[in-house]
């Protein structure tokens, strides 16, 4: 076994799309990453830089991360992807119980395209 990546809070892979640092990014393919989409239960974490498609990115697994809310976000709320890369709060009934959690909000948005502090949970 060779180890690949130092505990793991840091990984590289490559843009299967444009990405905007500050982006939950989900797997698309192998060591592929694309915006996360609503609900999605792939997302890998988040990108520290921009990079346009075919480029390398660098996406944070884990830590604190500052990220846009798709709507009002309470701190101490559990949050999911939300479309275009962006968090909301997560909600059984609205996920269908099967979007996963990908933070717990640590500061609160009071709208759409605020930013909101996360503790990563990927």
Do not use: H
């Amino acid at each position: 076994m060779v180890l690949e990546y130092v505990e793991g809070r840091f990984i590289k892979a490559t843009a299967g799309a444009a990405i905007t640092a500050g982006q939950l990014v989900e797997l698309t393919g192998d060591e592929t990453v694309s915006p996360a989409s609503a609900g999605s239960t792939k997302v890998l974490g988040v990108a520290m830089k921009d990079a346009a498609a075919g480029e390398l990115v660098t996406v944070i697994t884990e830590g604190v991360v500052r990220v846009t809310a798709a709507g009002a976000i309470t701190a101490g709320t559990k949050v999911q992807a939300a479309a275009g890369g962006q968090v909301d709060a997560w909600s059984a009934a609205a996920a269908g119980d099967s979007a996963k959690i990908v933070g717990l909000a640590i500061t609160s948005a009071a709208a759409a395209g605020d930013k909101v502090k996360i503790k990563l949970e990927v």
